[in-house]
Each structure stands twice: as structure tokens, then as C-alpha cells.
């Protein structure tokens, strides 16, 4: 009945569709004014690059105009926890504003000038989606309301998500069907414009549009009744059996290191770091749901303290070797607070009011990756002391040899990477980043050789620069491009010559292998080949290899080589262009 009243009203209309949408922007506008500005400026700044208008090229930061937009977007969410913690509160309009201004723009420049403030822009943007979750229950309400929260707000982004596809898809599909069916040309960039707006601007305010104004709904019998049979299968068959067998399995290889004395390999911290995601998220979700659950979840819900202490020891076992070892990366800074979270959320159960409290499981990781995520208490700037410190302790202690030498570069190259080389740059040096100019100069004040190949655990790789090449070529009549070849490859790659002659190519780990019929002709590829073509490409010189078997002469010139290293560099791939003598053929 009220769907055929709507219907005589005019409520099914296309004009009643679209004042209810701009009437559901206009809440979201007054609700959210501050994040709703955030995001209109990144679509802005969107809009601007797509045009190919840079307005910020003075800042010395690398891919500034770029990095912008997320800084923005990463305002946003910052403005948007700001007032969801105050509308939680009761803090008056100009309160929120206020607030949301100064957090709004203190997430935006931590992302936006990432070598300034020593930031990690991925953990900073997904500890902000998950502050605007935590923020309104910060010192109050219930994990039921936190729960319930949380479950509107994924509903909204949703909905955001599926006007991001109906809108800017509906639109793309009709300004290509304009293309196909009619001749209209329509310009690339309009489609990037429309999917910048939709996807920076309008879906994401619709979404917050439909963000709950209430703090305190708990998981009603409705809610939860038509998921109670789900939840509960995800329990009982999935979630408590796996992350059980999975908990036996790392405490038997607790068990072999105790019995063996076998150093755990660098892999097990992230085995560690899945399973205790995986355990805080299933608390997470099956949260409301712990009263009806069965004998494998009850038992699941009361032993999962016990099963994380000893992954923990593993986590920290083998962080420390690889520390002592290598210095602090910002991956194992994660890792290692992955570790600080995970035992602190321990400790915490042993307070009864927060035991279980699913408020803290979210809130703990949210706070402290904040925290990590810029400064110099932050990964990165704890990388950079840890990496400094270690390579000066190198090359202030020679002889710099080998191994020594190997380790000294890879510091080096992060530093060079975090824009930090004046801190362990002699006075006086070049530290310009331009080319590597900053690289070449600091290793070579310091006695290292920056053209040697950098090695690593398995291999090395390089690729040829970006710009231009130019040396003489004489006695080659034929070019063949795109040549890519690996070793162990199903089948050789082709080629036809213009005379007709058809040419096979394959690798092998010492050699280029042509067969022309039957006839096979050997390249050999020594091991110092592969090392003066890494040399050439680090020095931004033409990189060649000549090569030359049984009166025949080929010359490769390679894009990209992968070698692995053993006692000699063996090949792996290799891709370029050949040059041919058509009479050898």
C-alpha cells in the first residue's frame, strides 16, 4: 500500500530520485563539512593533473602533485574521525569543525610530505580508515555498539562502492556507446575526469552520508538472527579448526628450533603476522555472536590467549637475527610492533572490565600505527638511524671487503632511497639524488665501488635507464626487437630474417643458444660479462654484449638481465634487442 501511494505520488520518478540523492548530499555536506572539503580538494587536484597542470612543482619532494591527492584523501579521514569523535561526545558544530580542521590537516601533511616527516603513507591512510571506525568509542560505549557501528559503516562504503561503479561505469558506458555506435569522439582524459570526480568526490560523500548518527545501537535478535547460522558455521567449521591446527603447526616448529638449534628463516615472522591477523579478525567479526556459539568456537573463544605467546617468541627470535644481522627495515620495524600490539592485547586480557573487548583489538593496532607511521620514531625514521649506524660502522672499520663491501652498498642504497645520504656522507660530498650522483659520490668518498652489481640473498638484477643511448654500430644488417628469453622456457622464441631464414632462440644459465634447422650455435655468457653490463647500466653508460662462436657475431643489447648468484652468476632472463649479420644466416 505505501509502495502504491509513492507511486501516485510521484515518489518512484526520476525527479523524486534525484532531489532525494542531492537532499542526502546536502545532510552529508552540513553533517560532514569539513572531510566533505578534504575530498573536493583531492578531486580538484585529480582534475588538475589529468589536465597536466602541476601547481606544487617548487616542492623539492619526489612525485609531490601526486602524492597530494592521497595526502588529501588521507585528510578526509582524518576530519572524519575528528567529527565522529565529537558528534559522539556532544561537542558543539564550531567544536567540530575546529577539530576536524587541525586533524584534517595534520593527517594530510604527514602524507603528503612523506621524506619530510619521515611518513609511510600506506600505514598512515590504513590506520586512518580504521581511526574512523575507533573514534567515536574512544573511552566509551560497548564492543555490541562498536560492533554495530562498524557493520553500518562497511554497509556505507558499499553503497559507496556501488555508486562508484553504477555512476562513473553508467556514464563510461554511454560516452563510449556515443563512440561506437555514432562516431562521436570522446576525449580519454573525460572518462579520467569522471571516474576522478565520482570515485575522490561523490562517492565517498555518499557513503559518509550514510554513516549511523548513533553511538550506542546494540546487535538487536533481528540483526543478528537472519547471520546467527552463518556466523556460526564460519566459527565452528572454519575459523576455530584452521587457526587451532594452525597454532599446533607453529608450535611444533617451536619445538624442532628448541631440538635442533635451526635458526627460523626470515619467513616465519610474517607466518606469525597472518595468524595473529587472523585471530584479532575473527574476534572482530564473530564478535556478537559469542553467546550462541558451539563447543569448537567456545573453546576457540576461551584458549586463544595461549596460543600466541609462543608464535611471539618466534616472531622475536628471528627479528633479532635478522637485525643484528642486516640493521632495522621498516618491514621489520612493522613486524616487530606487530610483536609490542599483539603482547600488549595480552596483557591486557588479564584486566577482566577489558577482557575480550574487541574496542581495544581494533583500537590498539589503529594508535600504534599511527604512531609508527611517521617520525623518527616511526619505521622509517628508526631505518634510517638503525641503517646509518651500521653503514658507518662498516666503512670506519677496514677493510672493506666482500660480504662487508656487499652489505655496506645495501645500506647505502637505502639511504639513497629515503633521501638520507648527508648523514653519512663525508663533508664536503655531493649528495644530489639526481642520476645517482649523490649515490656514486658518498660510496666512492668512502672507498666502495658504487658500479658493483647489487646483490642479494638469491640474485641480482638491472635494467637499462630511461634515457637516451647512443654508440656506432658497424657490420650489422638485421635488428631483431623484443627478444625475451628465460632459462628452462617452454618453447624457443622465433624469428624470420628477411631473407627467409628462420632463427631459434633459447638461454641457458652461461649462454645464448641460436639454432638455425638442426645447427646449434653456442653464445657462451661468462660470468664477468653479466658484471661489466651491471657496471655500464649503474653508470648510465650504453649497455652492450658483444658476442661472437664459430665465425659468427651477434650483438645483445639487453633491457633487462636477472641473474642468479652462486659461486658464479648464472642467467635467468634476458630481454633486448639482437643485432644480426644476415650473410651468418
Known sequence: MTALTEFKNGKTGLRYVILEMLTGLRAAFLRFPVPSLFLAAASIQAALLIADVHLFRFVAESEASEVFVVGL???????????LFGEARGLSAVARIAVGLAAGFFAAALVSFPETFLSIEWALVGALIGLVLVAPFIGRGTSGSFWMFSAHAAFAALLGLLTLLLFAGGISAIMASLTVLFGFE??????????????????????MGQFPDRFDEQPNQVMTGFMDRGMRALGDFIAAPLLIVYALILHFYAL?????????????????????????GALLVINPFFDQARTPTRFFLRVWPFFLPVPLVLLFYALGVRISTYGVTPERYLLGLFGLITALILVIQLVPRLRGDIRVIAGVPVAALILGGFGPQGAVGVSIQSQSARFLSIVENPPVEGPRHDEALAALQFLN?????????????????KDGEGYRATASAWGLDPLQPSKGPRGFSFASGSDPAVFAVTGFDVIAQNVMLAVGADAAVSITLPAGSKLDFTLEPDAIVIGTGEEKTRFPVSASDIEQMARESAANEPVRLPLQSAGRQILFLPSYIYADIDESSRLQNLQGTVLLRAQDW
Open 186 to 207: 570522446v576525449p580519454d582524459d573525460l572518462y579520467a575526469y569522471v571516474w576522478a570526480f565520482t570515485g575522490l568526490f561523490a562517492a565517498p560523500v555518499f557513503a
Open 73 to 83: 584523501v588521507a585528510g578526509a579521514l582524518a576530519a572524519l574521525a575528528a567529527a
Open 417 to 433: 632511497g629515503q633521501r638520507a645520504l648527508d648523514r653519512v656522507a663525508p663533508e664536503g660530498t655531493d649528495t644530489s639524488y
Open 256 to 280: 624442532k628450533i628448541v631440538v635442533t638449534g635451526e635458526v627460523p628463516e626470515g619467513q616465519i615472522g610474517w607466518l606469525v603476522l597472518v595468524y595473529g591477523l587472523c585471530i584479532f
